[in-house]
């Protein structure tokens, strides 16, 4: 019975010692770290990048139905210019 005792004991301040070890420590350390830097650099969350992506995504539609518009009511006056390559279509 008191070998059990102190089995459970032992048993116990090793289970402590483990979950407050070193590794825990350096884990808190270095994700500390880590979001000290990331808080320094201008990022954004991946939540924001998708909403900004989305926004593009229709921006770049609206464009191209309005270049397609206007080259229409170019061709219907007479005096359609020739297409220019658009720079940010390469994106």
């Known amino acids: 019975m008191l070998a059990q005792r102190l089995f459970d004991e032992v048993s116990g301040k090793l289970a ?3 979950a407050a070890g070193p590794g825990r420590d ?4 270095a994700r500390a770290v880590l979001s ?6 201008d990022l954004v969350t991946r939540e924001e ?3 900004q992506q989305a926004v593009l995504a229709r921006t770049r539609e609206a464009l191209a139905a309005l270049e397609a518009r206007v080259q229409a009511l170019e061709a219907r006056r007479g005096d359609a210019a020739p297409a220019q390559d658009n720079p940010q279509d390469d994106f």
């Not at 000290?36 to 650099?41: D, P, T, V």
């Open 36 to 41: 000290a830097a990331f808080a320094k650099l």
């Open 26 to 29: 350096i884990e808190k350390n």
């Open 49 to 51: 990048f998708e909403v």
């Open 16 to 18: 402590e010692v483990m």
